[in-house]
């Protein structure tokens, strides 16, 4: 499927309370091509507004567009094969793996408070793994967390699993997808252990500061798409 290479314009149409997105006047489609129809305005218009911005179609970064192409190409014809996937990196979350270093691990933990908290009010305690050794999920768990994700609408599952594919926790995206996280508690448990580790060169802090603003901007995204979608 061609995608536009550049945007000159773009325009909003409604038909039946559903609302497409036009790019250069025609309709936007996703790269399996599927039309970009949403039952928000809001989110319609902010997908449009974004792609003006942009001035480009870039499917490596993070948009408004890029969750939505996700959402439809992806997840949901696959609702089920989707929460399988999830469940399957609960083991590797990272806020189950500390460090060996204890002043490390101490910040760590602190930075992760919400998550821990969050699993832990759904099912048994939760195992927090020994440094080069796997976490024994309890199957209580696991169903539990099963039964949230299968009422969720598609676009929390996707905000999820993009949470799950590139921030490494099922605990944040369930979360982030539930609005049940702040942006900057978000940002400081996906911080926490790149920040202990910052050197204090001058090009080292200025390295550290983009990390915080990059991560800070994929939260926001995360969470505006799930507004903007409910």
């Known amino acids: 499927m061609k995608l536009p290479e550049a945007i000159d314009t773009t325009d909003i149409r409604a038909s039946d309370g559903v609302y497409a997105v036009m790019v250069n006047n025609a309709p936007l489609l996703t790269p399996k091509g599927h039309p970009v129809h949403v039952a928000s305005w809001e989110l319609a218009n902010a997908i449009a507004d974004e792609l003006m911005a942009e001035g480009i179609l870039d499917l490596q970064r993070l948009t408004l567009y890029s969750l939505y192409a996700t959402q439809r190409d992806f997840i949901e014809d696959r609702i089920e094969a989707t929460i399988g996937a999830i469940l399957q990196h609960l083991p590797g979350d990272f806020a189950l793996h500390p460090d060996a270093d204890p002043a490390l691990a101490a910040k760590q933990l602190a930075a992760w408070a919400p998550l821990?908290?969050?699993l832990r009010n759904i099912g048994p305690e939760v195992p927090v793994a020994r440094p080069l050794q796997e976490v024994q999920i309890p199957w209580?768990?696991?169903?539990?967390?099963?039964?949230?994700?299968?009422t969720m609408h598609p676009a929390q599952l996707t905000v999820v699993m993009q949470a799950v594919s590139n921030l490494?926790?099922?605990?944040?995206?369930?979360?982030?997808?539930?609005?049940a996280i702040e942006e900057d508690r978000a940002v400081a448990a996906l911080t926490a252990t790149a920040s202990h580790m910052a050197g204090r060169s001058a090009d080292e802090r200025e390295q550290q500061a983009l990390f915080v603003a990059e991560t800070h901007r994929v939260v926001r995204r995360l969470l505006r798409y799930v507004r903007l979608s409910s």
């Open 140 to 150: 209580e768990l696991t169903e539990a967390l099963r039964m949230q994700l299968l």
């Open 116 to 118: 821990l908290t969050f």
């Open 168 to 179: 490494g926790s099922v605990s944040l995206g369930l979360m982030l997808a539930q609005l």
